[in-house]
């Protein structure tokens, strides 16, 4: 019977330092596949996908399997999908779902590989495990390159600090040109511990904000009772209740709203049905005399709410309905111990009241080294990069 420390009872993936005499692990091999196919490769994955999200950097909803999925469904359902995995000793270690098609790069004719993701998707990035987000990204890299067929990868709204740069590095390292787009910082509330009373939670809203707030409550409750409500994974008619509401206003004149397309519709309602983020999505709901006036979608997960749309009865607009509600529901947060109040998409002036900190986001794009992607590249970052800078410059008063 061979002993525990005899070198032929290691596996190969084993090896033995010279250090008292202990076994080390070697660090695992990573290895690379490309996946080609449609929404079933993203279905084929999604177990192994969960289990690589549960590690925590890619905990948000946005970078999930089923979100992914939901969106092809709902936008694209027939889009032909380029998936990089990466592995080591068979766990699952990596993943970028890109979708190919010919489109354009700021009017011009290109052929695509871009994220599966678009405004509604919120987020996008290259997902990883806990340790090798550098490893990861340079072999998912090295797969892309040579992946025929494409003048530019594309991928939008990724976190300025997310395995998407580091990607972006690994292609710069071999000498392609790259890019990126800066966005607006997105704004989010951080809530304190629930160790103290109510008003902790709105203590960074200005005094002057506070006032308004109790003046315009209290000129509502003079039409009648109001009632604040949370509904998790919420039913059909809440749903339906809140896309009637943001299709009344203006959002449903211009044709934003999510009832005036069918497929944002069903994206909405495929995040509200699909077990992973069923439980997850969150319906808050400012009711005066039994009638809505201000719905709040969104997530809640990992101590975080995601405020992903909200909607007001603009009949009821001076009484700010939707301000009242981000009252109720902040408190709602801080008493539940909830931590991030995100209230997702760019800054503006009332995001600006409620919001304590901002975080980064970029659209990134690699260019192939063919004659195409440095003609793309020149364009979009050269010559449009050049034609803003003037055009502000234009704009600027004189002094």
Known sequence: MRR????????????????????????????????????????????????????????????????????????????????????????????????????????????????????????????????????????????????????????????????TSLLLEAARRDEHLVGAWRRSPMPYLALPAADGGPERALAHLSSRHRRMLRGNRRKLEDLGPLTFTRAPGPDRATLDRFYELEGAGWKGEQGSAIACAPERRRFYDVLARTEGLRDAVTIYTLTCGGEPVAMQYGLTQGGTFFGLKAAYDERFARFSPGQLLLEDVTLDLYSRGLRVFDFMGESDDLKSRWCTAERALASYFVFHRRPTGLLLHFWKFRVLTAARRLKHRLRRPAT
């Open 4 to 163: 525990a420390n005899d070198l032929g009872a290691v596996r190969r993936d084993e090896r033995v330092w010279p250090r008292a005499g202990r076994l080390e692990r070697a660090a695992p091999e990573l290895t690379v596949e490309v996946l080609a196919g449609g929404v079933e490769v993203i279905d084929r994955l999604a177990h192994e996908w969960r289990v690589l999200c549960s590690e925590g950097p890619c905990a948000e909803p946005f970078y999930r399997p089923e979100w992914v999925a939901a969106y092809l469904r709902a936008f694209e359902p027939d889009a032909k999908l380029v998936v990089v995995i990466a592995r080591a000793d068979g766990r699952l270690r990596g993943v970028l779902a890109l979708v190919r098609e010919r489109g354009t790069i700021n009017g011009v004719p290109a052929r695509k590989l871009r994220s599966a993701a678009n405004s509604h998707s919120c987020q996008f990035d290259l997902v990883h495990g806990v340790r090798d987000a550098a490893e990861v990204a340079d072999l998912i890299w090295r797969a892309l390159r040579d992946v025929p067929g494409w003048d530019v990868i594309e991928l939008r709204d990724a976190p300025s600090d997310g395995a």
